[in-house]
């Protein structure tokens, strides 16, 4: 069997087993999962595969790519979470085999495979092919441009069109295909990886074009650097000559060169012609309030100032990648290391580094930059720091590291040492937020023995037999994370006993009272309309009258006005109020004949959850039916 054939057989394997298991098994995560699982349904429900709307409001905060995937898989799977998920998961192992194919042009066999395995068993890249979210889906069409680019612009090696292993331990240089020219030279090349890029600005906006052109566009600045004069050699020995060195790249006249050669009509032109129609059209469905409030709110806005407050210090990524690339991330240092080594020596694989650098470097600069920070942001760029990760791993599993044995102890030593904090912290923490979840804490156990197995073959330089360990062990971690751990947890969330009153009552009528979560809005399967404690009477009856002139525009309105809680009750016989003991106490009194039909714990919260109603609709939601998955679209 061919290499190339075993390789990918394996990668599938190994990210279908991580991205697959049980992925229906524990419901939508609030707050995002239920959000964009609940458009793409009311999206199918309507029969409109051009306005996204979620709990009867304008969804302005994505476009609309990720709910024609999701409402592809509920017209196959039905609408449950399997289905929200089952993109995701697909474009994930996708990923990862445009790694492979990445790391297999710009370097070797090898070093794609351990590519692939690393960015199968990072954490954070899971939790995005895990998840009913669109930074999957992003990630793999910008890894895609990023693949059609390297295709396009680099010589195949030897064995690569035949598929033969000639090349799994090779060294050769990743030569340009025109020598002395790094950008595809065919025009249909790059119009093609253009069209790429405006696919990714379907998933997520201009981001889609710009982030990966940004990286791109980094490589070729340093790429097409001319040689460094004597001058500029001595120079750097003092460090203003450094300094002046590092800004090179940015030189007007080379910048500007460098530019006008990744042909930006061709960029503009390209994505536009793919995107561009979709906006428009739904830029004139909604009178213009979807693309003011994408735009403006959600993109300006969000590097302008920090939103939702999710904001951070200018260390905020680096830290999220020792989360977010665990376990591998306990070499992150001899990584980064052994990588400036390799380019200051200028390696025959100098190329790959660079690239793989500039692909890391570009999202954690542009990123840090922007004054709203969330650790999925950078996630796009985990493909290239596997790309790193994997020559390293290739380095290591054949003793040929340029960096101290001693920073493998230390990133072995520090995964047993997360092990044991498992051990010690799980308990605690289920004792207040999990109760009778002790056992999740022998989720530890992995990597402590993990750990301490592969510290014991380091100490035998057994090298080889040292990176397998490793890599049985992150994907023991994350297929026991994520297949067995998650569904732990899920069956602490009550969200089926809360909604259980409701669901004998098809013409129930739900409103939230200072809280709402959208998950409750997906599995109730109808809108939730949310509420206000009561006022004077003078602005009730003002807003009553804003109130009606909104629902009788016929325009999706980007945000619903809330409603008094005591005329919504008073407004029908079907009609419940989920809220809060906390909210309670601040009612000044309750209505006449409201009684409290369902109580439970707040997931994670130290509150409790309370459905109202009155009359007959309590006596009738007294009756509490079994609990059952799905929902009612």
Known sequence: MPQVVRHWLLLVAISGTVLLVNLGGARLWDRDEPRNAGCAAEMLLRGDWVTPVFNSELRIHKPVLLYWFMMSAYSVFGVNEFAA????????????????????????????????????????????????????????????????????????????????????????????????????ARWSVAALMYGVMGIAILAKGPVGLVLPTAV???????????????????????????????????APRHFLCTCWSMRPITAV??????????????????????????????????????????????????????????????????????????????????????????????????????????????????????????????HWSRGELLVRKRGLYVGLALLAASGLGILIAVPLAARWYLPGERLLAAFGLIPLVGASVCLWLLARSRWQATTIGFAATALAMVTVLFGWCTARVDQHRGTERLLAAMREDPEAEIGALGCLEPSWVFYAGRSIRELRLPQSPGTSQTQAVVDSAAAGSGKVPVKRPQLDVDQYLAGGAHRYVITTDRVLQRWPKLPEGVEVVAELPYFLEQERLLVLARGETAERAARKPQPARGRAY
């Open 216 to 250: 791109i566009g980094m490589f070729l600045l340093i790429q097409r650097l001319p040689p460094a004069g004597e001058a500029a050699t001595a120079g750097q020995r003092t460090w203003i000559g450094r300094v002046a060195d590092c800004l090179r790249p940015f």
């Open 85 to 184: 998920r089952f993109w995701s998961a697909i474009l994930g192992i996708g990923t990862v085999l445009l790694t492979y194919t990445i790391g297999r042009r710009l370097f070797n066999g090898q070093v794609g495979l351990w590519a692939g395995i690393v960015l199968s068993t990072a954490l954070m890249f899971d939790v995005a092919g895990r998840a009913a979210t669109p930074d999957s889906v992003f990630i793999f069409f910008t890894t895609l441009a990023t693949a059609i680019y390297v295709w396009g612009t680099f010589r195949p090696r030897a064995g690569d069109a035949s598929g033969s292993a000639s090349d799994g331990v090779s060294v050769l240089a990743a030569e340009p295909q025109v020598a002395g020219q790094y950008f595809p």
């Open 269 to 394: 032109g390209a994505a536009l012609v793919v995107a561009l129609p979709w906006y428009i059209w739904v830029g004139l469905r909604t009178e213009g309030d979807w693309i003011h409030g994408f735009l403006v709110e959600h993109n300006v806005g969000r590097t302008l100032r920090p939103m939702e407050g999710h904001s951070g210090p200018l260390f905020y990524y680096p830290a999220a990648i020792i989360l977010g690339f665990f376990p591998w991330s306990v070499f992150l240092v001899p990584l980064l290391v052994e990588t400036a080594r390799r380019i200051g020596r200028r390696h025959a694989w100098t190329s790959g580094y660079v690239l793989a650098a500039c692909w890391v470097g570009v999202y954690l600069g542009l990123f840090s930059i922007a004054r709203t920070k969330l650790p999925s942001y950078i996630t796009p760029c985990y493909p290239g720091l596997a790309l790193l990760a994997g020559a390293f791993v290739y």
